[in-house]
């Protein structure tokens, strides 16, 4: 039996009902903005019988659609758009994030996304120099932080406190 464990403090179980739960009591803190981001895609699983998906569709939220502009990305798309449907999920919006540099034909796929995927664009991420450690060290440094990222490496976690450290 294969099981996917957050490792913090301690080994924890993922289930969808438990992240859940974990992003209510974020949204009833009523920010202006709440995103929840899904780490790894769609289809993800997270336990023997719950896949990532199954946290958004137990908070009934509207989904951001990020598509990797590179070979196979209108594929992608198609694919996404026919589950979060099946899944009875919104399509809120898409971000075109340029991964990879040599891909030919950008502008066409981006020109053919558009027509296709019946939601705004929210954004297009250029492709960007490679983050380093002197960029995300701040980050690891931030007193909400320290704990979440410790031993996880970089990404684990980015707090946004509003610049506190």
Known sequence: MRRILLRAKKNVLLTA???AGA?????DRQA??????????WCVPLNDQELLSDV???LRLPV????GMRLGCINHR???????????????GWVANHVDPDMGRQAENLATLRQ???APCLGVVPRLARLTQQLWQPILRCRHC????????????LCLNDGET
């Open 32 to 41: 202006d903005l709440t995103l929840v981001e899904g780490a790894g895609g």
């Open 56 to 58: 958004a569709i137990v």
């Open 116 to 118: 296709l995927i019946q």
């Open 17 to 19: 009902q438990a992240l």
């Open 78 to 92: 198609c694919s996404a758009a026919a589950r979060f449907a099946a899944d009875g999920l919104q399509l809120a």
């Open 64 to 67: 951001v659609l990020v598509v």
């Open 23 to 27: 992003c209510r009591q974020v949204f």
């Open 146 to 157: 320290s704990d979440a990222t410790s031993g996880v490496g970089p990404f684990a976690h």
